[in-house]
């Protein structure tokens, strides 16, 4: 099989190995003052924040944490899980109004042998999807092709939620 170079997987992986170490960026992103390209928060609200995953599974691939640094899902006070739901939509909205996706993804890895990355902070993810985007390169050549960069994406969603583009 023929490797493609893709230096960002280093820092993902290096991230994984150190998770206990460094702290949890979810946490990080919801006690950020405001929303910056280097942290990739787009919106946040009294009880979440919306961030841009940083290493997508596809360009526009946002997570919506609670801020609080919750591990199970049922374990989610009623108001943080209603306003998930509520900013999952908004989200959907913007997404649709700036990126033009066909569909979505949605949901949640809870635990770690379901395949969650960070166990400790439930979040749910939002990955928009097009007609056709699955293509060879993920099959084939083991590389996922990204349409857009994360610095214009921050951007452009940033703006969107905060002039309440479908709320």
Known sequence: ???????????????????????CFL??????PEGTPENLVVAQ????????????????HLLIAPRDHVAEFEALENSVA??????TQQAIRVLNQIIHPHGFNFGANLGRSAGAGVPDHVHWHLVPRWNGDT???PTIGDTKVMSHALEDLWEQFSRGFSQGRGG
């Open 82 to 87: 209603v306003q998930m739901t509520l900013v």
């Open 27 to 32: 946490c990080e992103c919801g006690s950020a």
């Open 45 to 60: 609200f009294e009880h979440c924040v919306v961030v841009l995953n940083r290493y997508p599974y596809n360009a526009g």
């Open 1 to 23: 099989m023929e490797r493609m170079w893709s230096p960002w997987r280093s820092h993902y992986v290096g991230a994984a190995d150190a998770s206990n170490d460094s702290g």
């Open 135 to 137: 293509n060879f390169m």
